[in-house]
């Protein structure tokens, strides 16, 4: 697929942030011309689908600034650094935000969330064997935690009412291995 490529000539470093960096590319297009690229760089992030043995999911709310309204999502959150582990960064960011210990983890793929405009990679986990401790939320972190059966999230996500696309898929991919259990 080379002959879609576009080949990097330059790049202008545009803004660093606590957590985006904004690059300016001009590129090479595969038919030779030239053009601009502007792309926010991210570390990376996880998020995690916590389901209790009786078949309720952990669930958040929290207000996103960038929409300007409350978002019910699954417990998330960014890499402390590049070569952090995800699987233990998502142990950790579930246990902070909600207070949830997994005894089992299960990897349920990446996901690339604006690859127009961004390099964020989210790692998708479900967690089980789940029992609670304290939580340890951020000074800037407010949300609040409900559990909610997965089928009634599955029907949710149908019906368009959770609207955050990491939540969705990893509600979809759960359901999935849940059910493919049940055949066995």
């Known amino acids: 697929m080379s002959h879609l490529e576009e080949k990097q000539l330059s790049r202008e470093e545009i803004y660093t942030g606590s957590v985006l960096h904004v690059i300016r590319d001009t590129v090479e297009l595969p038919n030779g011309d030239i053009s601009?690229?502007?792309?926010?760089?991210?570390?990376?992030?996880?998020?995690?689908?916590?389901?209790?043995?009786?078949?309720?999911?952990?669930?958040?709310?929290?207000?996103?600034y960038a929409h300007g309204r409350v978002f019910f999502e699954i417990p998330a959150g960014k890499l402390d650094t590049p070569d952090e582990d995800p699987t233990k960064a998502a142990l950790r960011e579930?246990?902070?935000?909600?207070?949830?210990?997994?005894?089992?983890?299960?990897?349920?793929?990446?996901?690339?969330?604006?690859?127009?405009?961004?390099?964020?990679?989210?790692?998708?986990f479900l967690a089980e064997g789940i029992t609670f401790g304290e939580r340890e939320?951020?000074?800037?972190?407010?949300?609040?935690?409900?559990?909610?059966?997965?089928?009634?999230?599955?029907?949710?996500?149908?019906?368009?009412?959770?609207?955050?696309?990491?939540?969705?898929?990893?509600?979809?991919?759960?359901?999935?291995?849940?059910?493919s259990r049940k055949s066995l």
């Open 36 to 64: 601009h690229r502007e792309v926010c760089l991210h570390i990376g992030a996880v998020a995690v689908i916590p389901l209790l043995d009786d078949g309720r999911v952990i669930m958040e709310r929290q207000y996103r």
């Open 94 to 124: 579930l246990r902070e935000e909600t207070g949830a210990i997994a005894s089992r983890i299960i990897p349920l793929g990446e996901i690339d969330t604006t690859p127009a405009l961004m390099n964020e990679k989210i790692h998708l």
């Open 137 to 179: 939320l951020d000074d800037d972190e407010f949300l609040d935690v409900e559990l909610v059966p997965l089928s009634d999230l599955v029907a949710m996500t149908m019906r368009g009412e959770i609207k955050d696309a990491k939540t969705q898929i990893a509600i979809l991919k759960a359901q999935r291995i849940l059910d």
